[in-house]
């Protein structure tokens, strides 16, 4: 059952610095939710063994509670705390923490993350993030630190304080501001040898250790909510603009709003030069202005399916999934 929306509060902006760090970690010690950057997207954090606290978290967002969060913490000896590896967990942790990957694992029993964390489940997902501002918050709060994206459930992402307060203004405290976010996606999550959600650590970056490729959009629902919420970020619909988005455009309708990449010029661009990486960076910043454009409805041009494109295009088909 969902928990009532937060009451209207002031939602203050701080930039990045020790003031605002030390504000955000007395509002978790309080058991508040706070936004942060991280490499990926801004997350909402809390205590991630505060259940209340992560309550909070799910009534900003209005979150499902069948969703489960990805915990932060804030290097590979913290991690082992909470969570069982194996040889290849240890191994894709040595490559690439601090950074965008998010592994699932067992949950070691009795180690005081809230269920409402794991939404019930025997793994946890958790990451080792390289962002400063979360990296602060982290060493400062001295908690693990339960964050999804910071903005209302299902809408699109954000990589911008301003994004930010439009999504959440009124329902949290503080947001913490350090700018435009350098992946523009969020992390990738592997459980095993299998990517569940593409990210930043590409299929090609993982293919040395012998993991798969997501499914496509779809398999998992297939079978039903249970098998839909092995990890966060697999809800068919997702990172989802207000108006309706078509894919793989080449040219605008009248009332579309044209987000173009590589030759395919549009009202903006993700990379006139077909940086795949650069498009990642700037996608939820795109569908934000779309969003909020005088169009009815936005179309966006094809992108690669290699490398980070493989990212891109999954949040794509789910910003396009309609119920």
Same mark, same amino acid.
């Given at each position: 059952?969902?928990?009532?929306?937060?009451?209207?509060?002031?939602?203050?902006?701080?930039?990045?610095?020790?003031?605002?760090?030390?504000?955000?970690?007395?509002?978790?010690?309080?058991?508040?939710?706070?936004?942060?950057?991280?490499?990926?997207?801004?997350?909402?954090?809390?205590? +991630?063994?505060?259940?209340?606290?992560?309550?909070?978290?799910?009534?900003?967002?209005?979150?499902?509670?069948?969703?489960?969060?990805?915990?932060?913490?804030?290097?590979?000896?913290? +991690?082992?705390?909470?969570?069982?590896?194996?040889?290849?967990?240890?191994?894709?942790?040595?490559?690439?923490?601090?950074?965008?990957?998010?592994?699932?694992?067992?949950?070691?029993?009795?180690?005081?993350?809230?269920?409402?964390?794991?939404?019930?489940?025997?793994?946890?997902?958790?990451?080792?993030?390289?962002?400063?501002?979360?990296?602060?918050?982290?060493?400062?709060?001295?908690?693990?630190?339960?964050?999804?994206?910071?903005?209302?459930?299902?809408?699109?992402?954000?990589?911008?304080?301003?994004?930010?307060?439009?999504?959440?203004?009124?329902?949290?405290?503080?947001?913490?501001?350090?700018?435009?976010?350098?992946?523009?996606?969020?992390?990738?999550?592997?459980?095993?040898?299998?990517?569940?959600?593409?990210?930043?650590?590409?299929?090609?970056?993982?293919?040395?250790?012998?993991?798969?490729?997501?499914?496509?959009?779809?398999?998992?629902?297939?079978?039903?909510?249970?098998?839909?919420?092995?990890?966060?970020?697999?809800?068919?619909?997702?990172?989802?603009?207000?108006?309706?988005?078509?894919?793989?455009?080449?040219?605008?309708?009248?009332?579309?709003?044209?987000?173009?990449?590589?030759?395919? +010029?549009?009202?903006?661009?993700?990379?006139?030069?077909?940086?795949?990486?650069?498009?990642?960076?700037?996608?939820?910043?795109?569908?934000?202005?779309?969003?909020?454009?005088?169009?009815?409805?936005?179309?966006?041009?094809?992108?690669?399916?290699?490398?980070?494109?493989?990212?891109?295009?999954?949040?794509?088909?789910?910003?396009?999934?309609?119920?």
């Amino acid at each position: 059952m969902m928990t009532a929306p937060n009451p209207p509060m002031q939602t203050r902006t701080l930039p990045y610095g020790a003031v605002a760090i030390a504000e955000a970690a007395a509002l978790i010690r309080a058991g508040q939710p706070v936004a942060i950057p991280t490499e990926t997207v801004y997350g909402l954090a809390a205590d +991630a063994t505060d259940s209340g606290a992560v309550a909070r978290i799910y009534a900003a967002k209005g979150r499902p509670s069948f969703n489960p969060l990805i915990v932060h913490v804030l290097d590979l000896a913290a +991690a082992e705390r909470i969570a069982v590896f194996d040889a290849t967990a240890r191994a894709l942790a040595a490559a690439f923490w601090p950074g965008p990957l998010t592994l699932v694992l067992p949950l070691r029993p009795d180690v005081g993350i809230a269920s409402l964390v794991t939404a019930g489940l025997d793994t946890i997902a958790i990451r080792v993030p390289a962002h400063r501002a979360m990296r602060a918050l982290i060493a400062a709060a001295g908690v693990p630190l339960a964050a999804p994206s910071a903005n209302a459930s299902g809408a699109i992402s954000p990589t911008r304080a301003a994004h930010v307060v439009a999504s959440l203004g009124g329902r949290i405290a503080l947001v913490v501001d350090d700018g435009a976010t350098a992946a523009g996606v969020e992390s990738t999550i592997v459980a095993g040898l299998e990517v569940l959600r593409p990210g930043p650590v590409t299929a090609e970056d993982l293919a040395r250790f012998g993991t798969l490729a997501a499914p496509p959009l779809g398999k998992r629902e297939e079978d039903g909510a249970a098998a839909i919420v092995t990890a966060p970020g697999q809800l068919a619909s997702h990172y989802a603009p207000r108006k309706p988005l078509r894919l793989n455009a080449t040219e605008a309708a009248e009332d579309e709003y044209l987000i173009g990449f590589g030759a395919v +010029a549009g009202d903006a661009t993700l990379s006139t030069q077909g940086d795949l990486t650069e498009a990642a960076a700037r996608l939820f910043d795109a569908l934000h202005q779309a969003d909020a454009s005088d169009r009815s409805r936005i179309a966006i041009a094809p992108i690669p399916q290699t490398g980070i494109g493989a990212a891109i295009n999954d949040r794509l088909r789910r910003a396009a999934h309609r119920d």
